[in-house]
Every structure is written in C-alpha cells, then in structure tokens.
C-alpha cells in the first residue's frame, strides 16, 4: 500500500505526511537527545516492533529529516542522526511535549519513562527567564531513571545519569512530580506527603518547580 497523503497544498498537511505517522516523533524525540544505534532506538521504545522500526527509519531517511552516519574504527557502528532538517524540529517536538503535559493523567500500569523522555521533558518544561540568576545542579531520580540537570544563569544542561561532580539536590519521586510542575501540589505538600524525597539543599526544591514547569 502506498503512501496515503491528505491532498492538500498546506505546509502543515506536508509536515504530517513527513512526521505523522505513529512513533515517528518518539523516534525524533530520542535523537534529539543524541545519535542513536538501532538497537538504542529499540531499547529506549521498548513496544515498537523491529519492522516498524525499520520502516519508520526509512521513511525518515527518505524524507531527508534522518540520516545515517558510520562510527569511526575500531567501533565502525551505524548511527542513526537527525538532519539540519530533523533538527528544524526541536522547538516543534518541545511545544507539544509541554502541550501535552498539561492534560496528561495518571500513568496506565504499563506506562513507562525512558531517559531520553525525562531528558526531553526536563528541556521541554526549563523556564529560562526564570533561572537568569540560578546557579544549580540538581539530580531527578524516578524509578530505575536518573537524569542530571545543570542550570547556569539561564542556561540548561541536562544528560542521563548522575551529575558530574555532583548534585546540590537530589528529588526522588514518581508521577507525583508532574503535579508540582503544573502548580497543582507545592513542593512542600509534596514532600509532606511522602510523594517527592528530597536529599541534599532542599531550599532548592521550591527552586526547581519555580523554573521546571508546565
């Protein structure tokens, strides 16, 4: 079956024959964050069968928004990388992450989080004008996930992992953690009932929900 496309001469029409179809903008989302093996794309879309994987990929290269680049020896691994094109994207895939987050409910008991989404939502949330004079790093914990989040007068870097160098805070917490976001629970509700730990400065906490929010 080819192709279906929506016979309209419209940049948006355009824009979802090239992204719209499912998982697509998952796989964007995690190659925003970083170039991706196959089998790092697999492994952080756990449910996508390998097929679909494969087609979606294809489609993407055709398109011109992925390409594929060679690791230099001795590794010699395909990549899979966002084009300029693909990248044209981020402001795009940033807004609807946010979009979405504010109707987003509880998690269904199979839902998961994946590095690379917390790292996404962490850029998608930041509130730069409000971290002008905030110098921190702090460490979100949920689950199994860590992601490390620097903030430098405005400036946010955020990766997988532990902090380099190490947190002023770390929050350990779950799907409670969007509430404080959204401004539905304070951060000192939240740490009164249990539903966020926090360790280290936790003057910082109020801090972190002022510049990470929904």
């Given amino acids: 079956m080819g192709k279906r496309h ?24 995690d190659l925003l964050v970083a170039p991706k093996r196959f089998t790092d794309l697999r492994r952080g879309l756990p449910k996508i ?9 294809k489609q993407l290269e055709g398109e ?19 084009t300029e094109y693909g990248r044209d994207l981020e402001d795009i895939v940033l807004a ?23 790292v996404m939502a962490m850029r998608s949330t930041f509130r730069a004008e409000d971290a002008r ?12 996930v860590v992601v490390g989040v620097r903030v430098d007068n405005g400036k946010l870097d955020v ?16 799907p409670a953690i969007k509430a404080v976001m959204a401004g539905e629970l304070t951060p000192e509700e939240a740490v009164a009932n249990g539903s ?8 910082l906490f109020p801090t972190f929900a002022k510049i990470f929010r929904i």
Avoid: K
């Fill in 6 to 29: 929506y016979g309209q001469f419209c940049g948006l029409a355009h824009a979802a024959d090239l992204v719209g179809e499912r998982w697509a903008l998952l796989i964007i989302r």
């Fill in 96 to 118: 609807l992450g946010r979009w979405g987050a504010r109707t987003l409910g509880e998690p269904g008991p199979d839902d998961i989080v994946t590095p690379d989404s917390m």
């Fill in 49 to 57: 069968p390998t097929n679909v994987l494969s087609a979606r990929l």
């Fill in 133 to 144: 004079d905030v110098v921190a790093g702090f460490e979100l914990r949920l689950g199994d």
């Fill in 159 to 174: 990766a997988e992992g532990e902090l380099t160098g190490g947190a002023d805070v770390t929050i350990s917490t779950g």
């Fill in 196 to 203: 966020v730990h926090v360790d280290g400065n936790e003057a």
């Fill in 64 to 82: 011109g928004v992925v390409e594929r680049r060679v690791l230099p020896r001795p590794d010699g691994s395909v990549v899979y990388e966002l």
